[in-house]
């Protein structure tokens, strides 16, 4: 008889272990005395001993998830705390602090990439700046490697989501995340092949030693207002699903957008750029070089736009029909589509010339 009970009822928890005695000692009563009342009662006595079992077990369970968030709550503090030691290699330290901890709780992954987008935000100090003791020149290296740090850490869990129909990294954190970079200071930043996250915000950022988005996709709003670029920036190839805003934008080095595809409205508003490259580039939407200002060379070299849409192309640009059947890669095969061409000289000549003609009248009368 014990053997079929165990069978029946047994993995050995405390439940069953009831439960079983409970069976037993049922058994014994019916078979020993025949007397219901005496089984009633053993029953009654049976489950209040289940229901307080399981009153203690729900108990136990909250005990321990209390016992670790506070554990969670604690690590995130003190791991907060290091990120303002005055070595850095105690800042490191607390920057891989979180990262485990983003990686094994995923609740705690948006205010973890809120702390390292805040850490980039904090002022930055030039380690190659002149008048600087070894010292001070050491420690602002030093700091440099922290924040370097924090572009891999971001890139690794933030910028590895799906990308060219492979899968998403194991190390990304999602979609549900807020990457705030305004008015960040990015050192040598290297995005390329990259799918940027679509809650990405790059208004006002510096960017030094070159920055590379080259192959990037934008899913979102790509966001560069008032961003300066102090060396090259390149998005060669660079994929732009929706709006691409560089209003006001400022490029003291190349700005080179060769093969860049831009699906949605590309807003270059007052932007200020040296030599320009849009080289093969592809105009889907809206576009807007309104009051740019060139430095250097600008090209658009078998660049296209679409004729349905409204274009203010720089200074001696235009669009000009193409021929049936010439469409970018990829592109609505029944949309109206042109090149992105140089106006004949003589046009420009007699622009020159009316212009200054206008000038004179205007002074003389």
Known sequence: MTTVLLLAFGDGSESDKVRLEAIRLAGTIVLGTG?????????????TTELNLIHKQAEAKATQHDAEQRRVTDLYTTAVEQLGHERAAVRLGALYALQRLGQDHPEQRRPIVNVWCAYLRMPFRDPEAKGLTEQERAERRQELEVRLTVQRLLREHVHSGPYQDQPASPWFWGDELDVDLT???LHNLTLSDRRIHPHTNFNNARF??????????????????GARFESDALFG????????????????GRAWFPK??????????????GDASFDKATFDGHTSFDKARFKGKVRFSRAMARHDREHNWPRDWRLVPAEPGDIPEGADPGAPWGHVDTRPVGIRLLQ?????????LRRRF
Do not use: C, H, M, P
């Not at 007397?35 to 489950?47: H, I, M, S, T």
């Not at 030094?208 to 207002?225: C, H, P, Q």
């Not at 860049?260 to 750029?273: D, T």
């Open 35 to 47: 007397g219901a009342a005496a089984l009633f009662v053993a029953l009654r006595r049976q489950r």
């Open 183 to 185: 008015g960040a200071t």
């Open 208 to 225: 030094t030693d070159g920055v590379w988005f080259d192959r990037a996709r934008f899913e979102g709003l790509a966001l560069f207002i």
């Open 237 to 252: 190839e660079a994929t732009f699903e929706g709006d691409a805003w560089f209003a006001n934008a400022r490029f003291d």
């Open 260 to 273: 860049a595809w831009f699906g949605s409205r590309a807003w270059f508003f007052k932007a200020r750029l």
């Open 352 to 360: 020159n010339l009316f212009k200054a003609s206008y000038g004179w």
